[in-house]
């Protein structure tokens, strides 16, 4: 056997992956696709590479060295599950399967079980950074057990981004671990994303500037504390002209945007686990909502505020902006940590916060200078009950909230919608009110439901009797 290392699955990902895997000193890689065409085209395209071509999975699993290691590649859902299974048959205990595609964390936790019980490792990878990240260097958020990562993490570590010196890969947790922070990333990536076009909307509404100059606007900020690959490239959409009508791309590209199901697997955890991520349910919902024509044409009648307030100092709105991004983004990333917490308690996973901070640095589309700031606020305090209320945080957050509520109050006289702005706002003065109307909520489900409630001022639960003499008893 002359392959120390496999890849299952050779579309776009997967032949990127492989490319990766065979261009690191002392790799030599079997590939194996279910269409032999693909092996074909990728093994005749890269004469360069260390490539062992297989057409069936019995070929595939005799030209690995052993204990063998694969990295599955395919569609995610029942095509995952039906290479599992053919690997399962030609593979021995000891082996190695890794699923590097976009799994659903709970299959991840299904399928490690089901592998395990064969002897056989089985590894849920979330894989991120798109072809470009699969070829020259991904971010990787590996589960699975400790022994498989023995093995795994010299293999993955060649591969990864790097940033700063160190692999954009750790070994996140036991069995889907590290699919479910992949899920968690996409989440702060959508999140992300529809905070900076809320942000582009409100200048370009409020000001009146083209997408050239707003594309400036963000090149700029490109070199402060936003600094991010997300903003980078919203600068070069911003920029780009439509070569059949010579308008800015962004006014001729349809307004719906898509989604592959990340966003909503992160909204969906967030609620069984009780953890508002608001910022990332506003930002996905903002996806569905664009994505209705019927109803935005049924809606385009109602009316909008009668005068629009006036930007009085461009350049201080546009600062106003700037800040109430950051903080906002602030909220978006605490949340999205807050529920890899949440999760790591519901599952029995031991995850480094700090560490996932630093994986994300290089590789990862929601990659960004501002993830040394979270690994430094983990490395300060690993438990951290609240990462947006680490010192440097909240120094950020205490500079730019009067920004950021000019912002919003600006958003809601002009009738632009800004609901990721606005969420984050709001979760943000949650959080911190000494009191909220929670009190009254409870009062309400006392009454209807007798559900009880507890006193400020003495321990144990109370019912009031609603329907009877309204004395209070001890529950
Ligand atoms: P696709 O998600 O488009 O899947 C195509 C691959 O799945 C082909 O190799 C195809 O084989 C194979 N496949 C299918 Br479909 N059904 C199969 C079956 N029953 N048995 C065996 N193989 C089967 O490929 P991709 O875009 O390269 O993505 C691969 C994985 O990486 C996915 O899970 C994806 O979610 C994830 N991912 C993608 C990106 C991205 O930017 N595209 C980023 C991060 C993660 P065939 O050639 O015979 O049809």
Not at 52 to 81: C, H, N, W
Not at 113 to 125: D, L, Y
Not at 365 to 393: C, G, H, K, V
Request: proline share 5%.
């Amino acid at each position: 056997a002359a392959a120390n290392i496999g890849v299952v699955g050779l579309a776009v990902m997967g032949a990127n992956l492989s490319r990766n895997l065979a261009s690191r000193e002392g790799n030599t890689v079997a590939v194996f696709n279910r269409s032999p065409q693909r092996t074909e085209a990728l093994v005749a395209a890269h004469p360069e590479a260390q490539f062992v071509p297989a057409f069936t999975y019995e070929e595939f699993a005799a030209s690995l060295q052993k204990p063998r290691t694969a990295i599955i590649m395919v569609q995610a859902g029942a095509a995952t599950d039906a290479t599992i299974d053919a690997l399962v048959d030609v593979f021995e205990p000891g082996d190695i399967i890794v699923d590097g595609g976009n799994a659903y964390f709970p299959d991840t936790i299904r399928r490690e079980r089901a592998v395990r019980a064969t002897g056989i490792n089985f590894v849920g990878a979330g894989i991120s950074g798109g072809e470009e990240g699969a070829l020259n260097g991904p971010s990787i958020m590996p589960g699975g057990s400790d022994e498989a990562w023995q093995t795994l993490g010299p293999i993955l570590r060649s591969i990864a981004a790097v940033a700063e010196g160190e692999p954009c890969v750790t070994h996140v947790g036991h069995d889907g671990a590290g699919h479910f922070v992949k899920m968690v990333h996409n989440g702060i990536e959508y999140a992300d994303m529809q905070l900076i076009a809320e942000a582009y909307d409100l200048i370009r509404r409020g000001t009146g500037k083209s997408p050239a100059e707003i594309a400036d606007i963000f090149a700029e900020w490109n070199d402060g504390e936003l600094e991010s690959y997300l903003i980078e490239i919203t600068a070069e959409v911003l920029r780009q002209n439509d070569a059949a009508t010579g308008k800015p791309l962004v006014d001729v590209i349809l307004d719906q945007a898509g989604a592959k199901g990340t966003g909503a697997w992160t909204v969906q955890t967030a609620l069984a686990l009780g953890v508002p991520v608001s910022g990332i349910a506003e930002a996905t919902f903002a996806r569905s909502l664009s994505s209705h024509p019927e109803q935005r044409a049924a809606a385009s009648s109602l009316p909008g505020p009668s005068e629009q307030p006036a930007v009085a100092d461009e350049a201080a709105f546009i600062e106003d902006v700037r800040q109430a991004l950051y903080a906002s983004k602030i909220v978006a990333y605490s949340q999205g940590f807050d529920e890899i917490r949440a999760g790591a308690a519901e599952y029995g996973w031991t995850i480094d916060l700090g560490a996932i901070s630093r994986i994300w640095r290089a590789g990862c589309i929601i990659r960004a200078q501002f993830l040394n700031r979270i690994a430094d606020a983990y490395a300060a305090e690993s438990d951290l009950a609240l990462l947006m209320s680490a010192p440097y945080f909240a120094e950020a957050l205490a500079k730019s909230q009067e920004a950021w509520r000019r912002v919003v109050v600006h958003a809601t006289g002009a009738g632009i919608p800004a609901p990721a702005f606005s969420s984050s706002l709001a979760y943000y003065d949650g959080l911190r009110a000494e009191r909220l109307p929670a009190a009254l909520v409870q009062g309400q489900r006392d009454f209807f439901g007798a559900h009880t409630y507890r006193r400020t001022d003495r321990p144990g639960s109370f019912h009031t009797l609603w329907s009877g003499d309204r004395s209070e008893i001890s529950a």
